[in-house]
Each structure stands twice: as structure tokens, then as C-alpha cells.
């Protein structure tokens, strides 16, 4: 009986560990990747790059963000935000990448406009600085 308890539980803290992960990250936003896209490519923006030490990334190293970890230290900053913004967390080598974009409503004749963001973060998690356009 004490087997079959032990398994229970252990199935039953993987389901959530994995439920946790599955709904705890921000999932992958198309707009939000092509501004990290953009940040590590335009040639306008090349001196943003060598101001935050972020001139060797690739747009091939793009990742979503899926640790749960890191989510929750980044929530801890954004979560407020979602309520008006599409938060999207990114890993690019060793650093990580936030974007904001406003939330369009869901009236088909409306449209709301006003900056998005991003800001970059070490490999530690430390804010390193932000960016609005």
C-alpha cells in the first residue's frame, strides 16, 4: 500500500510540476520575437547592442523562455503588466529578453496604439536596461 501511495504522489507532483511549467511561462508571441529579432539585427540599432554587451547574439540562439524559475523571477517584475501588455520572456546565449506589447481589444473596429518595450537582462537575471519604441 505504501508503493502504490508513493507513486500517486510522485505522479501527481510530476503532473503539476509540468501543469505549473506548462501554464506558469508566457508562450511564444510572433510580434514579441521579431522585436528581439529586430534588436539583435537592425544596423540602426548597433549602438543599443554595444551598450548592453549584446553584439555576438544570433537570432538563431532566440529561445523561449520555459524554466519555471526564471518565469517566476520575471513575473515578479511583469506580472502586472499583463493585464494591458502581451509579456513574452526570451533566452538569447546568456542573456535574457522581455518585451511588452499592448493588448489589442477585442472590438474589431478599435485599435490602440502607444509604445512597446523591451529590456535586457544578464544571465543572473540582473536588469541591465530597457528600450521603448
Known sequence: MKSIST?????????FGFF????????????SEKMVENFLT??????????????NLSTTQI???????TCNTLDDEFDSYKDKY???????G????????LKQPNQVDRVITGLSFIYVY???LNFIKGYSG
Open 20 to 31: 505549473q511549467t506548462a501554464i506558469g511561462c508566457p508562450e511564444e508571441n510572433s510580434i
Open 63 to 69: 529561445q523561449v523562455v520555459d524554466n519555471q524559475n
Open 42 to 55: 537592425n544596423p540602426n540599432l548597433s549602438d543599443l547592442r554595444l551598450e548592453v554587451g549584446v553584439t
Open 94 to 101: 546568456d542573456f535574457y529578453f522581455v518585451t511588452q506589447i
Open 7 to 15: 507513486i500517486l504522489t510522485t505522479v501527481l507532483i510530476l503532473f
Open 122 to 124: 544578464d544571465e543572473n
Open 86 to 92: 502581451i509579456v513574452s520572456y526570451y533566452q538569447v
